[in-house]
């Protein structure tokens, strides 16, 4: 019975034996490579990985893998797919892979080193990822390689010579990286080469080769040096070159000149078309050879037409051809040159006399005007055509959700003449010590300019005769319906003073108009400076404003911002509208929060919670028409910090892909890098540990939790300790 017993385990096993062993049997090796590289991943938060499993023979089925006939994998696509993890070296064993694209991922590490043998490969493409280390030269062997997409990443150190030895490549983009050293020579096969946001140093080789080149960047390096014509010349006359943001000296060639003139902004001492920097012609006061030392200098150097050579041929027939002018002919010429003379005198006293005249004429239509009582002082200030006495001129738009049709119509809705509403009994309250000499009719006679517009208010730039400037904000509809109310609001805003924070001067109470008065800030809003990126296809540095902010300018407007905020929190105050139009900045580029307490004076509808543009920097519970909280302040603060630090406004698709672990400290670093704006990215290197905790109290400080918020106390804080 036991024998029997035996022999039915034995056979038993032997029949489960197939079926265990089935799923390693029935997969490829591709399969099972691709399997080694799932399972380096950390992270698959959209679960692109999922259909990947043992129960297939072949891969060809899976999420973002295609195979030939015979079932072998020959391209793996997985962009956009919020993967982290690094990349398998397991990769590169894939024997006839052709496409390799996982960018805009979160991988991290180095580039495998076996996938620089796949000789099948034709597109490599890992941009936007947080890979580091560096390009090895073992890159010359993947021979069939066409399009090497490596930007946004952290790669450093010199590009490999050899890379311009792949005679079928044709796209190349390095953009975004650390690379450093000279640029490469003899990319003769290349028609798009994108190699700007580096740290090139070196100078523009002569031997560029490039003669198939329809696209060249290398804008935001450190080259130096010119641009010599034979650079130039091996540029094809139909073929887009950016140069910008170097370090580039002397004249652009005559080749180059079809270029716009983007191409060559940011270095200075570059000069000639297509700039408007013309080169300077070299000085020739220097008295030539052989030239007499009792001739003038200013004769000297005079070219003469003919030799002057001593000795010479013609030296005699000039000496004749002086000595034949008779006496008549020489009279003839002085009495030419006196006649010119006498008809500009002639021209001068007959504008000076004219001036005069126009002088006196205006000091008596002024001395009549004056003796006059009966004429109405407003109406002398207003041009007969016109109904307004502010001088309105469209200077500057720092809010940007209107549109140019609807900011035409507010100017036709505060056509009316704020002199005409101050004729029918207005009020004008100077709340701020300091500042009492400031009168009504003082404010009469003001120009006025459009700095921007707001919900249903307009903000003018209002200068004084002695050329004081305030800031006056025009409120169309009040919240607040009496005198009394209005006042003891607008006192309780002014009684809040920091150096972070514009000064209420005063406000003007009419029935028809009320104006809010404010120490003018003179360098413009955050806004609108140079640190932000301007709306474009790409996120390429050609989207960027030519004269950005340093790292260092950057921080000290957010610590100023964060002081200012901390100092409204203390006073028990919650600002609520905070974006980067709301942040003025003075002559020293500090900046100064505005508006603080404008949503009390101004209708319901018109207040923050209303404003679409406050949008992406709205805390968003504040939606819910909570009571303001100073976590509010907050939320904005982090998005602005952020958007210092990065040169853009974070989806929150970004928010949230900071919670995921990166793994390690370094490679936590590595994404903050990866995020930092690539005009700071030279400032940033060396400081990696200080851009970190600015990211993170960036993103803390942003959390769609309000509790996990700190308080503006503590990120005021974390700043200081940052810097």
Not at 99 to 115: A, K, V, Y
Not at 130 to 155: F, H, K, R, W, Y
Not at 519 to 539: H, M
Request: proline fraction near 6%.
């Amino acid at each position: 019975m036991g024998f029997n017993m035996k022999i039915f385990r034995c056979f038993f096993i032997f029949l489960l034996l197939p079926l265990l062993l089935l799923p390693s049997i029935a997969l490829n090796n591709d399969g099972v490579l691709l399997l080694s590289f799932k399972y380096s991943i950390l992270s698959d938060p959209l679960s692109v990985l999922q259909s990947w499993n043992y129960d297939e023979e072949t891969p060809c089925q899976w999420y973002g893998v295609s195979c030939n006939e015979i079932g072998m994998v020959t391209s793996l696509v997985l962009p956009n797919s919020q993967l982290l993890g690094s990349i398998s070296e397991d990769i590169g064993h894939i024997q006839h892979l052709h496409h390799l694209d996982l960018s805009s991922n979160f991988f991290n590490g180095t580039l495998p080193s076996s996938i620089f043998n796949s000789t099948e490969l034709q597109v490599l493409s890992l941009g936007g990822n947080v890979i580091s280390g560096e390009l090895p030269e073992t890159i010359a062997g993947m021979a069939s390689l066409q399009i090497l997409n490596l930007s946004d990443n952290a790669l450093a150190r010199k590009i490999p010579q050899n890379l311009t030895l792949l005679q079928n490549l044709t796209v190349v983009s390095l953009r975004g990286n650390y690379f450093s050293g000279d640029v490469p020579s003899g990319f003769d096969s290349v028609e798009l080469l994108d190699l700007s946001s580096n740290l090139l140093n070196g100078t523009l080789p002569l031997d560029f080769g490039g003669g198939n080149l329809g696209l060249l960047n290398l804008s935001y390096n450190k080259i130096s040096g010119s641009i010599s014509p034979e650079f130039a010349d091996k540029v094809p006359h139909n073929a887009t070159i950016d140069l910008s943001f170097n370090n580039l000296t002397g004249a652009i060639p005559e080749s180059l000149v079809n270029q716009k003139m983007d191409s060559f902004y940011g270095n200075v001492d570059l000069c000639g078309k297509p700039l408007k920097n013309p080169c300077s012609i070299p000085s020739t006061l220097s008295t030539p050879p052989n030239m007499s030392q009792s001739i003038s200098p200013a004769i000297a150097v005079i070219p003469k037409p003919i030799d002057s050579t001593p000795g010479g041929p013609n030296n005699n027939v000039q000496a004749q051809a002086r000595r034949s002018l008779n006496p008549g002919t020489i009279a003839a010429i002085a009495v030419a040159d006196l006649a010119g003379l006498s008809i500009i005198v002639m021209v001068i006293l007959y504008v000076y006399q004219l001036k005069k005249r126009n002088g006196l004429h205006t000091q008596s239509t002024t001395s009549n005007l004056e003796k006059k009582p009966d004429v109405n002082p407003v109406s002398t200030l207003m041009p007969s055509s016109c109904s307004s006495c502010m001088k309105i001129k469209l200077v500057e738009t720092s809010e940007t959700a209107s549109s140019d049709s609807e900011l035409e119509e507010k100017n036709q809705d505060f056509n009316v003449s704020p002199a005409e509403a101050y004729q029918k009994g207005g009020k004008l309250v100077i709340v701020n010590e300091g500042n009492e000499q400031l009168e009504l009719e003082t404010l009469l006679k003001a120009s006025a300019y459009v700095l921007g517009t707001s919900g249903s208010s307009i903000v003018y730039k209002a200068v004084l005769e002695n050329g004081t400037a305030f800031a006056v904000r025009r409120i169309g509809d009040s919240s607040v319906a009496r005198l009394k109310d209005f006042e003891s609001q607008v006192r309780g805003i002014a009684k809040l003073k920091h150096p972070n924070l514009v000064k209420l001067v005063g406000f003007y109470w009419g029935n028809d108009e009320k104006l809010v008065i404010y120490d003018f800030v003179s360098n413009g809003s955050l806004g609108c400076s140079s640190y932000r990126r301007l709306p474009g296809p790409s996120s390429s540095l050609s989207s960027s404003s030519p004269c950005r902010l340093t790292l260092e300018a950057r921080l000290k407007i957010a610590k100023g911002v964060g002081r200012g905020l901390a100092y409204i929190h203390e006073k028990k105050q919650v600002h609520g509208n905070i974006k980067p139009t709301k942040i003025l900045l003075n002559s020293n580029m500090e900046p100064l929060i505005s508006d603080l307490g404008l949503d009390r004076l101004v209708l319901a509808r018109s207040t923050a919670s209303r404003d679409g543009s406050l949008y992406p920097y709205q805390a968003p519970e504040s939606l819910n028409n909570l009571k303001p909280s100073p976590k509010w302040d907050v939320y904005s603060f982090g998005m602005i910090l952020l958007e210092l630090l990065s040169g853009r406004v974070l989806s929150g698709r970004e928010l949230g892909q900071w919670t995921v672990p990166a793994g390690s400290v370094g490679e936590e670093k590595n994404r903050a890098v990866r995020l930092a704006d690539v005009a700071i990215r030279g400032e940033v290197e060396g400081r990696e540990e200080a851009v970190l905790g600015c990211f993170r109290l960036g993103f803390s400080c942003a959390s769609y939790v309000p509790h996990k918020r700190p308080s503006m106390k503590e990120a005021v804080r974390i700043l200081d300790k940052m810097s």
